[in-house]
């Protein structure tokens, strides 16, 4: 009826799939919750998650911190989903039906940036805590403690893209004991704090083309960790440019490989 519709009103084919697009994306969008989490310390922080498809009573579920790029900032509290097609890749990889998991995904405010780092540099030293962090982790641990969301502590994994992947990189030097596994997507970290983060378990991802966020600030941190004692997993992609996480997205076995990890 819709394809009939679109053919005797002379609308391009092109049309009638963006509008699938956008009645796809929305339908995908409504399993999200939106909160607006004000902080004890001053401050707000806007967040979106989405629960297991089935949960029983008793049962723990694992828990995907999400990180967003650049292109996810605002107030709206919806672009962060949208942001690089990872809302699109949790459905594809089964995240909240066949894995049974929660994803949580913070919203950095226009202008702002998860940690006070400029992308351009080949290396930089851990800097404050951002606003953006510190709130989410608050706003995480209370998510977390709240035992209706039957959340299992030892299955918290966080992933990050771009401005993400130093946020996800910045996590996990600053509170490596909380998660149980990382994904670092062309992003960069403190090369000098690799001891900190030596044994959790890491799988890092850069395009060797990458002229956004060099390829050599995953190569720094994977040498680091490798040479404090680590084994953490990298994937430089061949002719990949600033886009790598299409590689993530379409990787069963890095889906399979992060949620059978749990922490120790």
């Not at 950095?108 to 940036?113: F, I, S, T």
């Not at 509170?175 to 704090?193: E, N, T």
């Not at 990949?240 to 889906?255: F, I, K, P, T, Y």
């Amino acid at each position: 009826m819709i394809k009939q519709f679109f053919r005797t009103s002379g609308i391009s084919a092109a049309l009638l799939a963006c509008s699938t697009i956008s009645l796809q994306a929305q339908a995908e969008l409504s399993i999200y919750q939106a909160v607006s989490w004000k902080s004890p310390s001053g401050g707000k922080f806007n967040y979106s998650w989405s629960a297991p498809q089935k949960m029983k009573k008793g049962d723990k579920y694992p828990l995907l911190f999400f990180l967003h790029g650049a292109g996810g900032r605002g107030n709206d509290n919806k672009r962060q989903l949208h942001d690089a097609g990872g809302m699109q890749a949790f459905v594809k990889q089964g995240v909240s039906s066949k894995r049974q998991s929660y994803v949580f995904a913070g919203q950095v405010p226009k202008a702002d940036r998860w940690v006070d780092v400029h992308w351009a540099l080949l290396s930089h030293k851990m800097p404050k805590i951002s606003d953006s962090m510190r709130m989410a982790f608050e706003a995480l641990d209370a998510f977390v403690a709240d035992e209706k969301n039957q959340v299992d502590a030892n299955r918290i994994y966080v992933m990050g893209l771009s401005m993400g992947g130093y946020g996800t990189w910045d996590a996990i030097q600053r509170r490596p004991d909380l998660f149980a596994a990382a994904v670092p997507i062309c992003g960069g970290g403190d090369k000098s704090l690799g001891k900190k983060i030596a044994k959790l378990p890491i799988w890092a991802w850069h395009g060797d083309k990458d002229k956004v966020i060099k390829a050599s600030r995953s190569r720094d941190m994977i040498e680091a960790i490798k040479e404090a004692g680590g084994s953490p997993k990298y994937s430089e992609i061949k002719n990949r440019g600033h886009n790598s996480w299409v590689d993530v997205w379409n990787s069963d076995e890095l889906w399979d490989w992060l949620y059978s990890q749990k922490r120790k």
